[in-house]
C-alpha cells in the first residue's frame, strides 16, 4: 500500500513473481528472528531462574501441615492417622510425627474419653 509499485514479473530461476520473493524474504526473515527471539527468551529465563536457586528455597509442605495440625475434634486425630498410612511419609518425618502424636493422643483422651488427669 505505501512501497513503490513493483513490476509483477515472473523470476526465470524460481518461478515465482517479484512480489512473491519479496513475500518469501520477509518470511523468512521473521522466522530468523523469532528464532533469534527465542533462543534469547529460552536463555535469559534459564539464567534467571537457576540465579533465583529455587531448589534450596522451596517450602517442605508436608512438614508445613504437620506443625500447623491441632486437634480440637476427633477429625482432626483421624487426619493424623490417615497421613501416618505412608510408610515413607512416617519415615521422612519421624520425629514430627510422634510428638504431633502425643499431641492427638492427649486430645483424644480428653476429648474421646473424658479425661483430664
Same mark, same amino acid.
Given at each position: 500500500?505505501?512501497?513503490?509499485?513493483? +513490476?509483477?514479473?515472473?523470476?526465470?530461476?524460481?518461478?515465482? +513473481?517479484?512480489?512473491? &520473493?519479496?513475500?518469501?524474504?520477509?518470511?523468512?526473515?521473521?522466522?530468523?528472528?523469532?528464532?533469534?527471539?527465542?533462543? =534469547?527468551?529460552?536463555? =535469559?529465563?534459564?539464567? =534467571?531462574?537457576?540465579?533465583?536457586?529455587?531448589?534450596?528455597?522451596?517450602?517442605?509442605?508436608?512438614?508445613?501441615?504437620?506443625?500447623?495440625?491441632?486437634?480440637?475434634?476427633?477429625?482432626?486425630?483421624?487426619?493424623?492417622?490417615?497421613?501416618?498410612?505412608?510408610? &515413607?511419609?512416617?519415615?521422612? =518425618?519421624?520425629?514430627?510425627?510422634?510428638?504431633?502424636?502425643? &499431641?492427638?493422643?492427649?486430645?483424644?483422651?480428653?476429648?474421646?474419653?473424658?479425661?483430664? +488427669?
Amino acid at each position: 500500500m505505501f512501497s513503490a509499485p513493483i +513490476t509483477n514479473m515472473v523470476n526465470d530461476i524460481s518461478k515465482l +513473481t517479484k512480489e512473491e &520473493e519479496i513475500g518469501m524474504k520477509e518470511k523468512q526473515r521473521l522466522i530468523d528472528q523469532s528464532a533469534v527471539n527465542d533462543e =534469547y527468551k529460552e536463555n =535469559y529465563l534459564n539464567s =534467571y531462574f537457576e540465579d533465583l536457586n529455587l531448589s534450596s528455597q522451596e517450602p517442605d509442605w508436608s512438614l508445613m501441615i504437620i506443625h500447623d495440625m491441632e486437634f480440637h475434634e476427633f477429625s482432626h486425630c483421624k487426619s493424623l492417622l490417615d497421613m501416618m498410612e505412608d510408610g &515413607e511419609f512416617v519415615f521422612k =518425618y519421624k520425629h514430627k510425627l510422634e510428638i504431633k502424636f502425643e &499431641e492427638m493422643l492427649k486430645c483424644f483422651i480428653n476429648i474421646k474419653l473424658g479425661i483430664s +488427669t
